[in-house]
């Protein structure tokens, strides 16, 4: 059974309901966005069909993710109380409403009323950022996970604003009369958020999860890479962005370099921790190996085209033809290897941790399927190739198609895994996580003190809130 490493306080985690709620939504957005993929294989989407696919993909599975599992992960780690479990779910109706209707007005061309959806975006986002922020700063000073999702959290602050003036500008022409065009723009949010943001919680998150599931320890060659990342990955992200935004493209340039570096000393440590693993293969570092590889990949592809051309909107993701190694090698495979954990984890610990040694109990990996979740890693694995494969050399589309096909099943039955688990394991089910109350933090506060079961902390300032 894959444990917590000593010294996390499971007793600050918010109630179980509340990451369940983001996981269950989230893993929505990538059906909606797996089927939008499939239909675009055989046909042509209606609309602005690109920016509402890229934005289902990323905002509505891979951001709400990170959502979910930063409100679940900043208090487990940094032994906080979070700062509030109303916010916490204001902010996943908030974007998800918001993001719901923005997607659909982009395939109906109905672009007079985006705004009205971005607006509900830019207030769910900024209320996460204030709320998991809130968490965060009691548990100064800082290490190297919390610094990289206090890098995440800036960015996502300023990524959502500029989302906005995008939304805005469909019909009031917002750049109309500045110096930036809404190109400009565009690559300077997507790139704020994907290596700003996005980026760094994979960084900071796999630092802890990377040691958990190898059972392995950082060496001092691990520790100086790590150092290095810290400096070039945030600092290269706001160059990259600032020149892509600014057309400046020896700032574009350095900053693309100072990316590149921080995302190679990331992938050498992830490695060396894979490769000097004590504990069992498991669902989770299969995975994180098809994210060092992809990453290395596409670092590789990566470094030309960005030395060429770092602020062209066709090199937004890095080299054009590299784009699924880092959106889904990288990213996707992150956050199925480390959903396939934290969903079951936190079901565990919530309805039978309490149960050990009374009672007979299941493992946490005997809450998912094995024999599903082996499948999806092999039929996922062969997807990505296929389309990798496609991308990058002279072969008939039919293996790109296949490779997309694939793809969308390995990912189909992750969701269907994970949903399964929810239902047969969670608190009430499927329903239970979507409509269940969340208690105030006040009032948990002061049941627990009643109580005398937690002892939850308290602000610097004496104050707690709800």
């Keep these: ?179 930036l065009t809404r190109t400009d723009v565009i690559l300077l949010h997507a790139t704020l958020a994907l290596f700003g943001g996005v980026l760094p919680t ?90 060092a590889v992809s990453l290395a990949s596409w670092i590789a592809l990566t470094a030309t085209a960005w030395w060429a051309e770092p602020i062209g909107y066709g090199t937004l993701f890095g080299h054009p033809d590299a784009t699924v190694l880092l959106v889904v090698g990288v990213f996707g495979f992150v956050v199925v290897g480390t959903l396939y954990h934290i969903v079951p984890f936190i079901i565990w610990h919530d309805r039978y941790s309490d149960r050990l040694g009374f009672e007979p109990v299941p493992m946490i990996d005997d809450l998912y399927s094995s024999r599903l979740e082996r499948v999806d890693f092999w039929t996922s694995v062969v997807g990505l190739s296929g389309i990798a494969v496609s991308s990058l050399l002279s072969v008939p589309s039919e293996v790109g198609i296949a490779g997309g096909s694939l793809l969308a099943i390995g990912f189909a039955l992750f969701v269907v895994n994970m949903l399964r688990t929810i239902h047969r394991h969670g608190p009430g089910g499927l329903g239970g996580v979507l409509i269940s109350s969340i208690p105030s933090t006040t009032a948990a506060r002061a049941s627990s003190d009643s109580s005398g079961e937690i002892d939850d902390p308290v602000d610097e300032s004496g104050q707690t809130s709800d």
């Design 1 to 179: 059974m894959h444990t917590l490493p000593g010294g996390l306080r499971t007793d600050q985690q918010p109630p179980t309901a509340i990451p369940l709620r983001h996981f269950v939504v989230a893993l929505a957005f990538l059906v909606t966005a797996i089927g939008m993929g499939l239909v675009s294989l055989a046909a042509s989407l209606p609309g602005l069909a690109r920016p509402a696919t890229l934005h289902a993909l990323l905002l509505g599975w891979i951001c709400l993710t990170i959502m979910g599992a930063m409100t679940q992960f900043v208090p487990v780690w940094s032994g906080v109380t979070l700062h509030s479990r109303r916010l916490a779910t204001a902010q996943l109706w908030l974007v998800t409403v918001g993001l719901a209707g923005f997607v659909w007005l982009l395939l109906a061309g109905a672009l007079e009323f985006v705004p009205l959806f971005a607006t509900l975006i830019l207030a769910g986002l900024w209320t996460f950022v204030y709320n998991v922020g809130r968490t965060l700063a009691r548990s100064r000073p800082f290490d190297f996970t919390e610094r990289h999702f206090a890098v995440a959290l800036c960015s996502f602050a300023v990524v959502a604003p500029l989302g906005y003036a995008l939304a805005l500008d469909f019909t009031m022409g917002v750049f109309d009369s500045v110096a």
């Design 202 to 291: 994979i960084v900071g998150a796999l630092s802890q999860l990377g040691k958990m599931f190898t059972q392995a320890t950082l060496e001092p060659i691990d520790e100086s890479l790590q150092t290095l990342e810290t400096i070039t990955l945030p600092t290269g992200a706001l160059l990259l962005a600032v020149g892509r935004g600014f057309d400046v493209v020896l700032v574009a340039r350095v900053g693309a370099l100072a990316v590149l570096v921080g995302a190679a000393a990331f992938a050498v440590v992830v490695v060396r921790l894979l490769v000097r693993a004590t504990a069992d293969s498991s669902p989770m570092t299969a995975r994180y190996w098809i994210v």
